[in-house]
């Protein structure tokens, strides 16, 4: 099983539709949890960290189920500008490794 | 600019040469990364450092992968004997610690081995 798991879609959803990813982690020991973006042929960027209460900035909510091991990210409202790979990334447990999933493709159409 | 630089941006080589990809980090960054990534797939974790020291290398695929950050700062990965399965976008980010998760990305090198 992979440390990391993500559908990697396409999701292609109409303008102002909500969406919602998830990934599922391996190791039940991970503390640390995020979600990067990654426009295509640029680098990934960091988009939110994910809290054990969950989180939300703007258009964007976070949450982490720890019991089923896995983070989701759900996105309001979506722009054209949100079309690009988003990747889950979790730490190494005991490290400081940052382990990315595939990504998922998500497309906005207008 | 004042963030990441990875040079080159784009390294064509042929099989069995050696390879060596320099990353400049952001200054004042302690900790820096070694990822890669093929077309499709996330970010490969390779090994990164804290510091001068490699804290974690177990992400290298083999011996002909090395990477060294002598004086805490640039680094460079070095592949040795490169393969054609060695053809990838190699990205290098730094963070100001270790445990923030918050890694920023250089544009990354692109090495192609023929």
């Known amino acids: 099983r992979k440390e990391v798991e993500q559908d990697p879609g396409p999701f292609n959803v109409p303008e102002g539709a909500t969406v919602a990813f998830n990934c599922t982690y391996s190791n039940s020991a991970s503390q640390s949890f995020f979600w990067y973006r990654q426009d295509c042929r640029k680098e990934p960027k960091l988009l939110m960290s994910v809290y054990s209460s969950g989180n939300e900035d703007g258009r964007f909510t976070a949450q982490l189920n720890r019991a089923s091991q896995y983070i989701s990210l759900l996105i309001r409202d979506s722009k054209l500008s949100d079309s690009a790979t988003y990747l889950c990334?979790?730490?190494?447990?005991?490290?400081?490794?940052?382990?990315f999933g595939t990504g998922t493709r998500l497309k906005v159409l207008a | 600019g004042a963030g990441v630089s990875q040079t080159p941006s784009n390294k064509v080589t042929e099989k069995g040469k050696y390879v060596e990809l320099r990353c400049d980090p952001i200054?004042?960054?302690?900790?820096l990364y070694w990822y890669r990534q093929s077309l499709g797939q996330g970010p490969e974790f390779l090994i990164y450092f804290q510091g001068t020291g490699a804290a974690d290398d177990s992400g290298l695929p083999n011996d002909r992968f090395f990477a060294v950050r002598p004086e805490g700062s640039v680094s460079t990965l070095k592949i040795q004997r490169t393969e054609r399965g060695d053809s990838a976008v190699y990205l290098c980010?730094?963070?100001?610690?270790?445990?923030?998760?918050?890694?920023?990305f250089g544009e990354g090198s692109r090495l192609t081995v023929l």
């Open positions: 980010a730094s963070s100001p610690t270790v445990n923030t998760g918050e890694l920023f």
């Open positions: 990334v979790v730490n190494g447990p005991g490290t400081y490794k940052y382990i």
């Open positions: 200054s004042g960054h302690t900790a």
